[in-house]
Every structure is written in structure tokens, then in C-alpha cells.
């Protein structure tokens, strides 16, 4: 693997960093958490689009600049050192998009991709239920086919983006018969169709960051199931791929907290724990090693292999620093860490209280930090199943 950047990406880094720079807008945005926020996140995702910048690894046809993924890997560091918004359209352009990328009709890529680019389209991630929830494989929600379309009844909760997203994606039971993995369908559902019920769940925070869907007697078109008929638990498991190991989480988001941490520990250091620089220290080099992780998980890429199982090994990894990044920062606060963004006197570290109530939710997301490893144990160090 060779760090060596080349003339041409230098240049793209340069681009971006300047484009980033005239852009970003000057005051955060609200959340998008809140239907406010939510088009407001929108609109910032029209702007990256039409500055050719919203997904850049994507062909140009597709909404895209037809870059690869160490350009990809650039522009992350530079979106983070700008302190740009979080992508409000993550569910689709990180998880889905790659892979209606690998699995998708020309049909499809070409009616999906370009709106999701943009974020015309916001989508919604439609896998758990009430009785599946790490564990996909109980899904029970029904699509059976009549004619050309399949008549969708179940529910969906946990739907990250749900309250105000336009569409879902998901796995459905297409097989009465089947058990477990098999016979389960990969279906998209746009979330304005009759029987469809969105009925918001507040997070932590008391925002709607999730939504629970009731879908009864939904039809939707054969047109829209991504690969084939029973195949889906395939499908959702190169998603979840993409989103364990290497588009939903990339490692400039942690050096960026890294840095930040750092920074606050010498803003700090009279007052705070001594005993907590080494740990500081720690969780830098972390990040640091995860960057480096990544470019090599690329640099694979680029010579054809594909990520596996060790995407679980990626997401534990991940999703524990970050926990661990946050705790440290409201240890250095001691009792101002407990501020919120809004609070009066937060000043500015609210933002570490709230990114520690989201980073709680990281061992859980994307698969329990359990589930993964129970995978790592079967599928990569060759132990049997308990």
C-alpha cells in the first residue's frame, strides 16, 4: 500500500477543500432530526449535488464524478475538517446506492441513483422488526406476489430516517414456507403509498431520529425488488457490508473527533485528570490506525477483492472508539460535560454530551457488537457454532 498521494489527487483535495470552504454554511444547521432540519439537511444535499461533490465515487450518469474510493476517502477528510452537516441522506447514499450498484437492473440504477444523489429521494432503513432485530434472519413482515406487484403486511421499526424519509428499503418474506434466511425478498417501498402507516419514535434527545412502519395490504411493484425472488438475505448482507466495514462510518469522521479530543485535553490540562493524557493519546492513535485500516481495505478494493466478514471487525472497532472518544471528553468536562448544545452555559462542548448519546447507540446499530462478534468467532477464526 503506497501513502504516497498522487499529483492528480492533491489536486482533487485542493478542489474540494476549496469548494467546501466557499459552501459550508456559516451556522450549523438544525437538526435533521426535526422536519426543519430534516429539508434543511435536504437542501445542503441539492447544493453538494449540483457542486458535483454529493457522492463523488459514483459514475457521472448516476449523479456521481466518476472518482475512486481513495478520492472518496479525500473528500472525507476534507468534509469533516470543514465541518460540514451530516448527510441526511446516509441510508441511501452509503448503504443502498452501492448496493443497487452490485445488484441493480440498468432500469434501476438509472431511476434510483441520480435522485438519490441529490436527495430528491431520502431513504429509510427498513430492517428490524418487533421480534428481528440483530437478528435479521426472524424476519416475519410478508410480500406476496399478485400479478406485477408483491402486497406487502408487516412492520417495520427502528427505521433510521423514517419519520420524514420518502422511501424504505427492506427485507420481506416472500416464501410462507421458508424459515430463517431463506425465502426473504430485498424490496424498495416508497412510504407514501396507501396502508402505509409511519408513526415517529423519539430518540435520547426527544427527536425523531426513528420511525416504527405498519404497512397493510401495500402494493408495491415487482419492479422494485433488488435481485431475485428469495435472494434477498444476499442483498442485505452486501449492505450491511458497506455498512459495517468501509461507506457508512469513514475514519476521517474519528480523526476529526480525535483532534477535537486532543484539543480539549490541552485546553484543559490544569484542571483535568492527569491520568487521562495516555488515554487521549490511546484513542488518537486509534483513529490514526483505523485510517490506515481503511486505505488498505481499499487499496483491496481497487485489486478486486471484496469486503467480507472482517467488516465486523471494522464495526466493533469503530463503534467502540467513538464511545470510548466521548466518555473520555466529558471525563476532561467533569460537570460541564453534562451541557447540551443548547444550554446557556455549554458554550462551545455541548456538542460532546450529544455526540455521546448517539455514540452509546454504536455498539447496537449495524448489528450488536455481540452479533459481530459471534460472526468474527464462525466465520474468520473457524470456531463452531455455540
Known amino acids: 500500500m503506497d501513502l504516497t498521494y498522487t499529483p492528480e489527487q492533491d489536486a482533487f483535495r485542493t478542489e474540494a477543500r476549496s469548494w467546501l470552504d466557499a459552501h459550508v454554511p456559516k451556522e450549523a444547521l438544525p437538526s435533521f432530526d426535526t ?72 432500469e434501476q440504477k438509472a431511476r434510483f441513483l441520480p435522485k438519490m444523489a441529490s436527495s430528491e429521494e431520502v431513504w429509510a432503513q427498513g430492517w428490524s422488526e418487533p421480534n428481528a432485530g440483530s ?14 406487484h408483491y402486497v406487502i403486511n408487516g412492520q417495520k421499526t427502528w427505521a433510521s430516517r423514517g419519520a420524514f424519509a420518502d422511501w424504505l428499503f427492506g427485507m420481506f418474506r416472500t416464501d410462507p414456507e421458508s424459515q430463517r434466511h431463506r425465502g426473504l425478498t430485498f424490496i424498495l417501498v416508497p412510504l407514501d403509498l396507501p396502508g402505509v402507516t409511519v408513526r415517529p419514535i423519539e430518540q435520547l434527545d426527544g427527536l425523531p431520529g426513528f420511525a416504527e412502519v405498519f404497512l397493510d395490504d401495500v402494493r408495491v411493484p ?6 431475485d425472488e428469495g435472494a434477498g438475505w444476499g442483498v442485505a448482507m452486501a449492505t450491511a457490508g458497506f455498512e459495517r466495514g468501509l461507506m457508512l462510518r469513514s475514519p ?26 495516555s488515554t487521549v493519546v490511546d484513542c488518537w492513535s486509534q483513529a490514526e490506525a483505523y485510517t490506515l485500516e481503511t486505505y488498505r481495505t481499499v487499496s483491496r478494493l481497487a485489486a478486486g477483492a471484496k469486503i467480507g466478514a472482517e467488516a465486523s471487525l471494522n464495526k466493533i472497532f469503530w463503534s467502540e472508539l467513538d464511545l470510548r472518544m466521548h466518555e473520555t471528553a466529558l471525563a476532561i468536562l467533569e460537570e460541564r460535560g453534562q451541557l447540551l448544545p443548547e444550554a446557556p452555559a455549554a458554550g462551545d462542548v455541548g456538542s460532546w454530551l450529544d455526540g455521546y448519546l448517539f455514540a452509546l447507540s454504536g455498539p447496537i446499530y449495524a448489528g450488536t457488537n455481540e452479533i459481530q462478534r459471534n460472526i468474527i468467532a464462525e466465520r474468520i477464526l473457524g470456531m463452531p457454532r455455540a
Open 35 to 106: 422536519e426543519d432540519g430534516f429539508e434543511a439537511h435536504r437542501r445542503w444535499e441539492h447544493e453538494l449535488n449540483a457542486g458535483g461533490f454529493a457522492m463523488v465515487p459514483w459514475p457521472v450518469e448516476y449523479g456521481g464524478r466518476g472518482a475512486d474510493l481513495l478520492e472518496w476517502l479525500i473528500f472525507e477528510e476534507e468534509y469533516y475538517r470543514a465541518g460540514a452537516p451530516k448527510r441526511v441522506n446516509q441510508n441511501g447514499i452509503f448503504l443502498l446506492g452501492p448496493t443497487i450498484m452490485e445488484y441493480g437492473t440498468p
Open 135 to 148: 437478528d435479521m434472519a426472524n424476519i416475519q413482515a410478508t410480500a406476496v406476489r399478485d400479478g406485477d
Open 222 to 227: 415487482v419492479d422494485n425488488r433488488l435481485g
Open 252 to 277: 476521517a469522521r474519528f480523526q476529526e473527533t480525535a483532534r477535537r479530543l486532543v484539543d480539549l485535553f490541552r485546553a484543559h490540562r490544569d484542571t483535568a485528570d492527569p491520568n487521562l493524557e
